[in-house]
Every structure is written in structure tokens, then in C-alpha cells.
């Protein structure tokens, strides 16, 4: 099976966690395209109804040719599932995201979320974060100091994220800086308060003591992967 039909498999095996009368929160990516495609079609076939947030633009839009009922997180008093992609995991489920540039909104979602489902190829599984380069957002005034202070931080190299015409722009008017650390985020929740001390810093693409499942698609198929909560 090739990685596209291991994405759609993931991402159809996600919708298990959403029901009628169920607020979700809908992500943004590859993988989790396929959940909403999904979710649109039970809208039409099965009669599933539900209320979606969307975490970007895009998301927003193909939401809307799906058929699927959107609204403002702020109308809503919380969100029962939010079922995202992710470009890393390690083996606490901590999370790297922001491939897409969309960390921000993601997170905002995520927070307000009281399960987080998470659907992924296995080849984002590693042991220790950080391979995948860390998405950082930033305000576009004085950039290049925020750069400086970020590559200071981590001790690494970084730079501004490109789009089609110069710096890409995030949905919320930002940046997104990329920093290089490779896989040596052991202390995830460090790093990222370290990070959001630097003034131009808006938010960070490590998501901690969020994600509750994974749907992970491999060779052998779909596993469903469960954080173990200690009380």
C-alpha cells in the first residue's frame, strides 16, 4: 500500500472518535484531508451532525465543500475532539507541528479541545524530537533579531520559512522561522517556554501534554495508539 492509501486509511479511522452532536475541531494537512472528506460524507449520507472549527484557511474551505456545519470557536463553550495531522511524535506524545504553517490556530484548537486525536504515517514515530525542523511563529516586525534570539536560544541554525513570493505569511499576517535542532528536544515543554520568553516569539510547534490517540498508518496498516494517563 503506498503512502497516499496509508494517509486515507489513517485518516477515515480518526472519524471513529466523532459522533452526533459532537463539536470538533478539524485540522490541517495531508492526512487529516482525508478525515474531513470523511466526516463530509457521513454529514451527507448518514445524517452525522456536528459543528466544526477550523484550524486554517484551507481547512475552512474544503469544510465547506464537504457540507460540514463550521462556526467560531469562540461561539462554543469548548470542543468535545480535535483530529489533526502532526510531523513528528515521540514516545510521549509529544508533538512537533507546523509543517503547514498553521501551529497558531492549531494550538488554540487543540487547547480548547478535550481529546486530541492525532492521525500520522509512521514515518513521523521518533524517539526524540527535533529532526523535523521546529516551526516557529513570529511577528513580522524586527524579524531578524527575533531570528538572532531564537538561534541563540537553541543554539542552532534557523531561518525565515519561504513561500511563492518571498517570506511566507501565516493566516494570522505572521512568519514562520524553521530552526534546525535536530532530534535533541528531549525536554519539550523547556524548549518551548524558553522560546515563547523571546518578545517577537507568538507561538511554538511543539504541542505537550496534548495529544491523548494516535491513528498511526504503516506497512502492516492502521494501529490506534493510546496515552497512558496516570492520575
Known amino acids: 500500500m503506498d503512502v497516499e492509501a ?16 459532537m463539536k470538533v475541531g478539524l485540522g490541517t ?3 487529516v484531508k482525508y478525515t474531513i472528506l470523511e466526516l463530509g460524507r457521513r454529514v451527507r449520507d448518514e445524517g452525522l451532525e456536528i459543528v466544526g472549527v477550523p484550524t486554517s484557511l ?23 475532539v480535535v483530529i489533526d495531522g502532526t510531523d513528528e511524535f ?22 480548547s479541545s478535550a481529546k486530541m486525536v492525532v492521525v500520522a504515517d509512521d514515518r513521523k514515530k521518533v524517539d526524540c524530537l527535533g529532526a523535523f525542523p521546529l516551526p516557529i511563529e513570529v511577528t513580522p516586525f524586527s524579524y531578524g533579531t527575533t531570528l538572532q534570539a531564537i538561534q541563540e536560544t537553541l543554539g542552532c541554525e534557523a531561518s525565515i520559512r519561504q513561500g511563492e513570493n518571498g517570506h511566507l505569511v501565516t493566516d494570522n499576517g505572521n512568519f514562520i522561522i524553521d530552526a534546525q535542532t535536530g532530534a535533541t528536544i528531549s525536554n519539550p515543554a523547556q524548549t518551548e517556554g524558553e522560546l ?25 496498516g492502521v494501529s490506534v495508539l493510546e496515552k497512558e494517563h496516570t492520575s
Open 29 to 31: 494537512g495531508s492526512t
Open 90 to 111: 515521540d514516545p510521549e506524545f509529544q508533538l512537533i507541528k507546523g509543517g503547514g504553517a498553521a501551529l497558531l490556530r492549531e494550538k488554540v484548537v487543540a487547547q
Open 196 to 220: 515563547l520568553h523571546i518578545a517577537g516569539v507568538v507561538q511554538v510547534g511543539l504541542f505537550t501534554n496534548m495529544c491523548d490517540v494516535v491513528i498511526l498508518a504503516g506497512v502492516d
Open 58 to 80: 484551507a481547512t475552512e474551505q474544503l469544510a465547506k465543500e464537504q457540507g460540514i456545519k463550521l462556526c467560531e470557536l469562540d461561539e462554543l463553550d469548548g470542543l468535545d
Open 6 to 21: 496509508l494517509k486515507a486509511e489513517a485518516g477515515i479511522a480518526a472519524c471513529r472518535y466523532v459522533t452526533s452532536g
